[in-house]
């Protein structure tokens, strides 16, 4: 089964509407948490290495403190990610999958301060570990969070699960003509603009380059499919 994955070390980002897909203004969705959990725990069953960086826009966005002075405001971002990941943690625990939350910021009470030094070592006992706080500064989203972590831990992807299913030219929700893309570089996501994710992590993606993979999260056993190389969603390379 191992002979047959694509990638052996994964950081998976999830961001926090994900979590609460569907859930009709509720902050979770748990049954669709967990099927996503299960999806993972096929991963960790395949002796995939999982880290997980989970966002807070379920809960809190940054951008929405109107006159709110912005540090403040991302540092509640951060509190909603810390919430995310330790809902994350239970609902792998409840289906019998080791997990550990570790923080950029010390809260720790609730979570292990990360270090990569012992992240990789949780990794490498098959924990399943999950980032919280971002990276732990204002001004820098869970998608930029998501390609440093992967940077630092020597993942061999970041598989971007999304609400959309792939990169496309445009945005498909206003030109019905945007094309779907199965590969793109980091340079033409920022030559053209394209909001797939935010420019700080195209730029670091493409400066240390990270290979990326954004495909939907509508369907959870989408991971599983891109882990065994299955082409779905697009490839950022």
């Known amino acids: 089964m191992e002979d047959q994955l694509k990638y052996k070390r994964v950081l998976i980002k999830l961001s926090g509407e994900a979590l609460s897909a569907g859930a009709d203004g509720e902050i979770y969705n748990y049954a669709f948490v967990e099927e996503v959990c299960r999806a993972i725990k096929k991963l960790t069953e395949m002796k995939v290495q999982v880290a997980i960086v989970v966002g807070g ?27 995310n990941a330790l809902a994350l943690q239970d609902t792998f625990e409840q289906i019998g999958v080791s ?8 809260m720790n009470t609730f979570a292990e301060q990360y270090f990569k030094e012992k992240a990789v070592s949780h990794l490498e006992k098959g924990h399943v570990v999950i980032f919280g706080c971002g990276t732990g500064c204002p001004f820098f989203s869970t998608d930029t ?37 199965e590969e793109i570089t980091y340079k033409e996501i920022l030559d053209k603009n394209l909001k797939v994710i935010d420019a700080a992590a195209a730029a670091f993606g493409r400066e240390n380059n990270i ?22 969603g697009t490839i950022i390379h």
Do not use: C
């Open 57 to 83: 826009g379920n809960i809190w966005r940054g951008r929405n403190g109107g006159n709110m002075d912005r540090t403040r405001a991302d540092h509640m971002g951060m509190l909603a990610t810390a919430i």
């Open 99 to 106: 997990s550990r939350v570790m923080t950029a910021i010390q």
């Open 145 to 181: 969070a998501g390609m440093l972590r992967a940077a630092e831990i020597g993942a061999d992807v970041v598989m971007m699960a999304k609400n959309i299913d792939a990169v496309y030219s445009d945005d498909p929700k206003k030109n019905p003509d945007a094309v779907k893309l």
């Open 211 to 232: 290979a990326l993979h954004i495909f939907g999260i509508t369907d959870p056993e989408n991971l599983i499919r891109a882990i065994k190389g299955e082409k779905i």
